[in-house]
């Protein structure tokens, strides 16, 4: 299933030239590649429900596509160790681009014989792309196929049919894989004889299929290449450098207009090197490619209302349901959630019939602390703790306030309702700390936030609490008819559980140790320091501030720090300081899905943390343990009377 809703901010995939689609894990980059795919045109071409999201006029393309980690790329350098050092960067550069050319044309011809096999049926399936498998045309085709220079050898003017081609690419295929699992020992000395660069066979065969007629001149041929990032963790482990992926910008390089690719990769493995395999001249991101950041796309703008990311969640969500039997429903989101609840409820949520846990200090008059506790006993907790942050405040101003007992009426602390706004998070973190309570997260608005812009994390939000509704509902659950309304309780739970899910992808991912200690010795100390600063003055204190040039210094925490960044554990941005130096800084705040696993604010206001160096790398070298504890933390949803805030 697809949503269009980032088609109209990624209409250049669908035209000539080469593009880098960059985007975190589950930031749509799959989605969209998968609109180029031959089949998923076709299926959209057969059925009704949806119209293909594509312009009419941007359709006259085929395409082919390779996803790297299900080819198994990695196999290339299986048997490296065999192969001398000072041979090894080369004869590895060559394999790889026989065999990325190889699966690349394998699903070109595939697409092509699909398309034709279904318009034999229905000539209106993709009439953009009419595929002429004449045998007059397919004999022009091998003749001039068979001439070209990275096709002689292979091709052979007497072939009859394109599945004949198809099965020398393919045996092309099984002995690069033979001799990577060493059922063989050697390549075959042909294959060694007719390798060529990377894209070149590609482009001959492009340029072929328009020239015999089995395709209209006019049509594009996109090549696309996903999971791109395989090749960098690949590069890491086999001390190859930097050679798979040199070797696919060399074919980008090449800004042959006889085909276009379209790259799919994350932020960190297309960044740290574009230079080319051969010449190692660096790509020109002007002339040799350009860049559509999906996470640009969808991140939060200053202006709200242009925000992609909850029209997308939204479409996805509805897709999903219609998918699963339900019938169709504009406010899905609405119905399943409802609204977050406001800061008021779930302070009193939190505090349910609990006496008042007003904190007043011994030189404050008597009338403020009887004030405070009758307006907790009121059933307004979170403004009680507000007079008293507010209280705290101005002592630390040596102010008079707290000790003049005639003042004590009204909520002077709303005159300013910036001031409010911007501690409600934390307030509420404190009165629940006390209360022992799991933090409530609920309601359309906070899992749309939670989900961080990441269609991933959107959908394992979903998927637990839709799993939860399942476990208290078990009668419910099998019925496909009017959509479920999640109670509170399970929205609590269900984003507990997510939250401890997507900790657990840290934990089995690149640099898996580092970066779990770094997140849980952030979280934990965030929460302290909040639930310490008893007068709220520090409501950012949720992320922390470091100086632009300390991103130079070679300390573990670093490049832990960037790690984090790239996989996208830590959100990084540069802020103004508000120190009179002016020097540049950065910022960086926890996915706000890890949030919930930590009991902290995912909401960011006022400034973060002003750490240091030093500071932050003994934080990051205490912390010998992955994930949290009791003490800074609380117990979990199951121990904690299921983590039902009130109960």
Sequence with gaps: MFSPTLVSDAEALFSTGNIVLKGRQGSGKSMLLSLLDTSTRIAYAKQTSFQYPVPTRQRHFISAGVHLTQQNASLIAARAAEIPEERRAQTLAANFADYLNSLLCQDLIKSLLELHAEQEVDAKIIPEVSINFSPKIVGRFFTELAATETWRGIADAHMKSPRELLEKVEERIRAHRNFAHFNIDNLPEDISKTRASAGVPLAELAATLRTAGIIPTNTLVLLRIDQHEELFELERHSNLGHVFRQVINSALSRRDPRVAYRIGTRHYAWEYDVSAWGSGAPLDPERDYSVIDLDAILRRSEHSTSWKFPALVIDVLERRLLAAGFAPRKNAMNVLFGKSLEPSERARRYVANAPSQVRAEEVWAPEWKSYLDALWQAGNPLDAKFG????????????????????????????????????????????????????????????????????????????????TWQRRNPREADRRGALPSFEVDDQVIGIAEASQVWFKKIQVGVEADKRARLVSALGGWFRRRMLDDKALSYPGHSGISLLAADLNSDLDVISTIKVCRDHGDLFESSHTTRNK???????????????????????????????SLGELQQIFSSESRQGITEDEVGRQPDQLQLGLPGV
Excluded at 581 to 602: E, N, V
């Design 388 to 467: 008293e942050a507010w209280l705290r405040q101005l002592a630390q101003q040596r102010k008079r306030v707290p000790q003049d007992g005639s003042a004590a009426s009204g909520t002077p602390w709303r005159k300013s309702p910036w001031w409010v706004k911007e501690r409600n998070e934390i307030a509420l973190m404190q009165i629940a700390g006390e209360r022992r309570q799991a933090l409530i997260w609920s309601g359309e608005r906070q899992i749309i936030d939670l989900a961080g812009n990441n269609i991933l994390a959107f959908m394992t939000i979903c998927k637990c609490i839709w799993a």
């Design 581 to 611: 130096d002016q020097a540049q800084r950065f910022k960086w705040y926890l996915h706000p899905l890890l949030c919930p696993l930590f009991r902290i604010p995912y909401i960011r206001t006022k400034e973060p943390i002003y750490t």
